[in-house]
């Protein structure tokens, strides 16, 4: 079962989604939601070219089954948002993280009281890159709703939200996800010239932005100190300069130090290759969408997050109380990307600070293993209950299930399902 089209939270506000009930038991498995970065990329790039049930071919013209789909186990939503964000649309013009979940809770509460047979279910967001924005401070707003919806007691309280469904949280899934510049940044010259692969840069052209990096990091803590949109501007602005201008120079792709960048700024010919075939006529029907002009990535979007800051505010500082709260946090990156590389993205891991942050740094990192395949897959690193699970995912960009279709599916599947890598 499918079910697709919009939902408008308000007359100027509507939102595009494709649903997809699991393939195994959908009154049982899991719900999960995804969500694709950019800021103003489409998650109907995720549902095409990575984990849905379709994919488009690389030529644009027609879709095939896929047997790796994340749906094989649980029910899964993706959602075009923020608005112009894909098929959504409005007169809404959010330019900041913060607005944009509130919007994408708006819609969570008219999705599950319209199809209220999925809300019992329990819930996980999943997502990759600039999600990395999105989904702490989302899941922060979805615990925070339901404290205020399950206390009855609370005559205050209840008035105090409009809301009436318990999204029941469990966990949140992070691929390759810029979360905290400041840690994050750091690693970008050892990615350059110390990955798995082969050095893209020169040891000087590396020392540079090594030597680069203390005045970034000013700039970022004014930022996170602040948060003010000109100074969160300004530290995107010459942060991205020193650290990512270098590489892009080279003709590699940002995505993936293995591979040139070819198709355009975004490096995935494929993602081209979607956005046509989502532009055809009769798929612009099946999918009752009003938007005839699909883009996989808006820039207009992406420019107005730029210009006010957005890229560098600290939206990661939620995820102590989310993990001490219960909710399983999962970071998993593929270690071939440049731009949110599996170094700084575990960095930022061990820098978490909440009750179990010693424990995780003292964990060993062991090899993980594709129960599809038999193979080792990657890396993992969590604490003993699981509460918090870094996997650096082997031979993989960016993107990992486009990559690592096989794997991606195993570790989700055992994400949700609570067994995950080992148990002591």
């Known amino acids: 079962k499918k079910i697709n089209g919009y939902l408008n939270t308000s007359s100027t506000k509507h939102f595009f989604f494709w ?12 719900f999960l939601l995804w969500l694709n970065g950019g800021p103003g990329c489409s998650s109907m790039t995720g549902l095409f070219m990575e984990l849905g049930p379709c994919l488009v071919d690389r030529q644009g013209k027609s879709v095939s089954f896929n047997r790796n789909s994340w749906n094989k186990h649980a029910n899964i939503l993706f959602l ?7 098929y959504s649309y409005g007169q ?14 708006e819609f969570l509460q008219l999705f599950f009281t319209q199809f209220n047979e999925y809300a019992p279910l329990d819930f996980h967001i999943a997502g990759e890159s600039y999600a990395g924005h999105y989904i702490p401070p989302l899941a922060t707003l979805i615990t925070r709703e339901n404290r205020k919806i399950n206390d009855f007691s609370n005559l205050f309280h209840r008035k105090m939200t409009p809301h009436s469904v318990v999204l029941k949280l469990k966990s949140i899934a992070i691929g390759n996800g810029m979360v905290d510049p400041l840690t994050q940044y750091k690693s970008f010259s050892q990615m350059a010239c110390k990955n798995s692969y082969a050095p893209v840069l020169t040891q000087t052209a590396c020392r ?10 000013q700039l970022i803590k004014r930022c996170y100190a602040e948060k003010d949109s000109y100074y969160c501007e300004e530290a995107t602005t010459k942060c ?6 270098p590489f892009m120079n080279t003709g590699k792709s940002v995505y993936d130090v293995r591979k040139e960048c070819k198709g355009g700024p975004l490096c995935y010919e494929h993602m081209y290759a979607v956005e046509q075939y989502l532009r055809k006529p009769e798929v612009i029907r099946a999918s009752h969408s009003q938007i005839t002009t699909f883009k996989t990535c808006n820039s207009a979007v992406n420019h107005r ?9 600290p939206y990661h500082a939620s995820v102590p109380r989310l993990l001490d709260e219960g909710i399983r946090v999962l970071l998993y990156a593929g270690d071939a990307d440049y731009i949110c590389n599996w170094i700084g993205y575990k960095d930022w891991a061990k820098s978490i600070a909440w009750s179990q942050q010693n424990e995780f740094n003292r964990a060993f990192d062991i090899p993980w293993i594709s129960k599809s395949t038999g193979r080792i897959a990657g890396e993992i690193r969590q604490t003993r ?12 960009g960016h993107m990992v299930p486009y990559d690592q279709p096989e794997h991606s599916l195993d570790m989700i599947h055992a994400w949700t399902q609570g067994i995950l890598g080992h148990r002591l």
Not at 19 to 30: A, I, L, M, V, Y
Not at 80 to 86: F, K, L, N, W, Y
Not at 388 to 394: E, R
Request: net charge negative; with cysteine; charged share 25%.
């Open 240 to 245: 991205n300069e020193a650290m990512l201008v």
């Open 92 to 105: 809404s013009r959010v330019s900041d993280s913060g607005t944009a979940i509130e919007e994408v809770y």
């Open 385 to 396: 209950n699981g509460r918090l699970t870094f996997l650096k995912m082997y031979k993989a």
């Open 19 to 30: 649903f997809f009930e699991s393939r195994g038991n959908p009154q049982k498995d899991p």
């Open 305 to 313: 997050f730029v210009v006010n800051g957005d890229w560098m505010k």
């Open 208 to 217: 540079k932005m090594d030597e680069a990096y203390p005045h970034c990091a």
């Open 80 to 86: 075009d948002q923020p608005i112009s964000s894909g």
